[in-house]
């Protein structure tokens, strides 16, 4: 038998706008041996989010850029096959920060035990239950701070945050309006995730105007996945002391000139708080929001989509769906044993 | 004896860059009685503020526009002359919102005696017991929330808003810089109000480099009243966490196609909250404000500075001086009887 060997796409060259098969370039090398108190895993999951995206960039961003030459940086859920460390043994499934790679080498003690026969698709721990059911649960609780009766905006309102983050508020109490990029989107929030209201933005002409119609009640509450141009109409919708809770700007990630809003004198004018977060802010309540969202999931309350494509060697080009929506709910790449 | 004319400064059109005196000339008109329960004041003190540049375009804002044809709208201190109301009598002192105009009409129960020998030299109550020094005092602690040993920028900090601020933010137990446009403001806050750095924005340079040259351990509120290059500039010097609270963007009032920040991403990457807000957002604490101030400024502890300019005849050439820093204080007309 052969030694394994460990393929991985790494950063080759830092993209301006979508990234290529030459900034991400993919290399076989050798499975290194774990160092003491480290493990290896073989990857099964790799989430795919826009975020990586940020990662790819040197600009300044709440964790450390991806340096050239390491491999493209990604949440995944993985088996031990080796382990240095008393906290894992080999054959547990855990989940760890990881590459686009099919090993990853770590520190056991970054790594989360998942049981394996909980009923729960492992994949679930990626998406609803995972990085961007939390972003989700502590995004619009924590920062956007919804009351019954008030109007919750979310864009990217079919995405793996926005689904969540809609379901949510509609658990709050609050009238509730998506916008997505097709009808199938704007179908699917509406009659199975029970959002009031859903605004098409690649057909619905004038943002602005989509947006008042939807909310006649005006805005409290937008949770903004997306940036430029509709959150520049979403300002113009807000109500005094309106809460924008953004973690992210999918929009701008692959446009280096893309212009600052132009309506942020809305924040004077209606008060208006523009709070950004990320997921990690939270690492200390982490069991509180997986606890919360697997029970709403158990109690059939919350729905979602998982995207799965099979295959370490179509990561690139899945990746690129998130960015121009052709993706179908959280996007994760599956690559069995 | 005639009778008394009203002399108003009224919007003939809006501006679109700064204003001149075919957007606001002057008529003289007699004066009206006042109805059941006005009273009819004549203005003494008048309070030349930034928003009021806001007021005269029809852009959505946090009071309505200045209508075509009005006086302009400002704060006032003056005597009651008539009185069509049991709350005040002919001779009492009162602040109240007025207008460009050497007598006001207006409904009593909205003006605020004064206590005209209550030692307070009267137009204090339009500067550090008034609009500006509230506006800095919940600005600064309610929206900054500065923790001992945290860092506060101001900009605009030799103004009748960011003086207070830095000082406030100095008694907090804060590493304070103020940003200035000239050597002698930036003397001024530094040796005489405390502030630990001055940076001249106008020869400093590199404005990014110079915060984060006189900011070693980085930004944790920037008290904004500027906006534009500078609001960027302090974007990328912000800390994890880092809030900036804002209360006008003079940079931006007279020019409609400034373009918007171009460092949002910063929100993001430090998870930084963006807070817009106006002193009106906290009329049922200004007494406890007020008191606060008062009881500070009679201590010694809050200096500041008045920029008093005779004659109603002057007010549009005056306000002016605020768009290009020439005024030395919170500027005032001062309108004797």
């Not at 073989?42 to 709440?62: C, H, K, Q």
């Not at 729960?120 to 924590?142: E, H, K, M, Q, R």
């Not at 989509?210 to 409290?220: F, S, T, Y």
């Amino acid at each position: 038998m052969t030694e394994p060997m460990n393929r991985q796409y790494y950063l080759a060259s830092r993209p301006t706008t979508l990234p290529t098969p030459s900034d991400v370039p993919f290399r076989d090398v050798p499975l290194p041996e774990p160092a003491a108190g480290e493990a290896i895993i073989r990857n099964l999951y790799i989430s795919l989010d826009p975020a990586i995206r940020g990662w790819m960039s040197e600009a300044n961003n709440y964790i450390e850029p991806i340096a050239i030459g390491d491999p493209i940086r990604s949440s995944v859920i993985g088996r031990v096959v080796k382990s240095c460390s008393d906290l894992l043994r080999e054959g547990d499934i855990v989940m760890s920060l990881g590459g686009w790679e099919r090993y990853t080498r770590g520190s056991a003690a970054t790594m989360t035990k998942l049981d394996e026969n909980s009923g729960i698709p492992l994949s679930n721990f990626l998406s609803v239950l995972g990085p961007t059911g939390l972003t989700a649960y502590f995004g619009l609780l924590d920062v956007g701070r919804p009351l019954a009766g008030e109007t919750v905006l979310v864009s990217a309102a079919a995405g793996a945050v926005g689904s969540v983050v809609g379901q949510i508020a509609k658990m709050q109490g609050c009238h509730v309006v998506g916008i997505a990029g097709s009808d199938e989107k704007c179908d699917w929030i509406t009659s199975e995730l029970g959002f009031d209201r859903a605004i098409n933005y690649k057909t619905c002409g004038d943002y602005q105007a989509a947006i008042q119609q939807a909310c006649p009640q005006g805005v409290d509450v937008y949770f903004d996945n997306v940036g430029g141009e509709i959150l520049d109409a979403a300002l113009m919708c807000l109500n005094k002391f309106a809460r924008v809770a953004v973690c992210g700007w999918i929009s701008t990630y692959n446009d280096p000139d893309a212009p600052g809003p132009k309506n942020l004198w809305q924040l004077v004018a209606e008060s208006v708080t523009i709070q950004g977060f990320v997921v990690l802010d939270y690492q200390d309540r982490f069991a509180e929001g997986v606890e919360q969202l697997a029970s709403w999931m158990m109690a059939g309350k919350l729905r979602f989509r998982e995207d799965i494509v099979d295959g370490l060697d179509n990561v690139l080009p899945t990746f690129l769906k998130l960015f121009n929506g052709s993706n179908n709910g959280k996007l994760i790449i599956h690559n069995p044993e």
